[in-house]
């Protein structure tokens, strides 16, 4: 059965007209599920009886149940949502002062294969559709009772391998009559899929573009990212200055220190050099090591003295605040979790 979620307000009425039903009733629906946040098509009292039978017959609601939640000593909640096929993901709630930002996971498994990622070395299941990557949000605001103000796309899963249901997604929280949370308070986070950044370019949605750089040169990046193979620095930064000159919006670059490998000042000024003159900003993210991973994280001094390079030589550097690592979930900890396991 489909699952109401998945639709946008514009293809949910073209939806509900294939039933005969007038396009005001979406935007009842979407009231109701985005929010009242109704957990059961009997509860939209506004709908005939008949209608609601037959919205019952015909799609799901796709209710995620809590199969497991774990709070942080800096008030970071991770949850395992069972996705009613068998399968979890992991999503995670961070308090900031500026309010909640969750971070969705947007595959089950991730096909990228990431060095330094524990969601790498687990198979890749399935895309998460949209109204699964939507239902991340509303259930973890049913679980605080509170709104969420920030969305980042960096969980489980390449979110620009998942194309089209992640664009759909955000279009759904973006509208005014859905989870109405803006654009810009939303972040998309890619290891760098060249033809698929230009797509985005051109969807006129206002979010954040982050871009998992992580070294300075294509060996380097190669060692970490296969996806660099694929798709070279030279190219990826060439499909950077054209996103930003076709939004107009800065990008964000993520930068994860590990030591020894890509933390010296050799680095940052390499760096300096690619971003020379682009409307950006860098992310320095301490790394996390993970199980049986070969890179660690870099001393705090490094970390410091990387970022002081960056600022200093024209490039706005920020250190990224580690959030809940002792429940693994801080970046590049989430897993995917079978039910079983
Ligand atoms: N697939 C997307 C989004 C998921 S990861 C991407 O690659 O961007 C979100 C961010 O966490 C990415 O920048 C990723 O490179 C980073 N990350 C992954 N593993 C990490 C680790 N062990 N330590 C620090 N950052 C990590």
Not at 96 to 116: A, D, L, N, P
Request: charged letters at 25%.
């Amino acid at each position: 059965m489909k699952n109401i979620k998945d639709y946008d307000l514009q293809e949910l009425k073209k939806e509900l007209n294939l039933i005969g039903e007038k396009p005001f009733r979406a935007e009842q629906i979407f009231k109701w599920l985005y929010e009242a946040k109704v957990k059961d098509f009997d509860e939209m009292t506004n709908l005939s009886i008949e209608l609601r039978n037959k919205l019952k017959e015909n799609y799901t609601m796709c209710n995620f149940n809590i199969l497991k939640k774990q709070e942080s000593s800096d008030g970071t909640k991770k949850y395992l949502f069972d996705v009613l096929d068998g399968n979890a993901i992991e999503t995670v709630l961070m308090q900031y002062h500026h309010g909640k930002t969750i971070c969705v996971s947007s595959q089950i498994g991730c096909k990228m294969g990431c060095k330094f990622c524990a969601s790498t070395g687990i198979k890749f299941i399935r895309n998460l559709t949209s109204g699964e990557i939507v239902e991340q949000v509303l259930a973890v605001e049913q679980d605080i009772g509170e709104r969420i103000s920030n969305i980042v796309f960096m969980g489980i899963g390449e979110p620009l391998d998942n194309y089209d249901n992640v664009i759909n997604a955000i279009r759904i929280i973006n509208n005014p009559k859905g989870l109405n949370i803006g654009a810009r308070h939303i972040s998309l986070s890619t290891s760098g899929i060249v033809p698929k950044i230009y797509d985005l370019a051109n969807e006129n949605i206002q979010c954040t573009l982050s871009i998992s750089l992580h070294a300075t040169n294509n060996e380097k990046r190669s060692s970490m990212m296969p996806v660099n193979d694929a798709y070279h620095i030279e190219e990826l930064l060439q499909a950077c200055k054209d996103y930003i000159k076709i939004t107009n919006r800065r990008i964000s670059f993520e930068y994860a220190l590990a030591k020894d490998n890509n933390d010296n000042l050799d680095d940052a000024k390499q760096l300096v050099k690619l971003l020379k003159g682009m409307l950006c900003h860098v992310n320095l993210i301490p790394i996390n090591k993970i199980e049986n991973g070969e890179y660690t994280k870099s001393t705090n001094e490094n970390i410091i003295k990387f970022r002081d390079y960056l600022n200093e030589h024209g490039i706005v550097a920020t250190i990224r605040r580690e959030l809940g690592s002792d429940i693994d979930a801080a970046c590049g900890q989430l897993r995917r979790k079978n039910l079983k396991e």
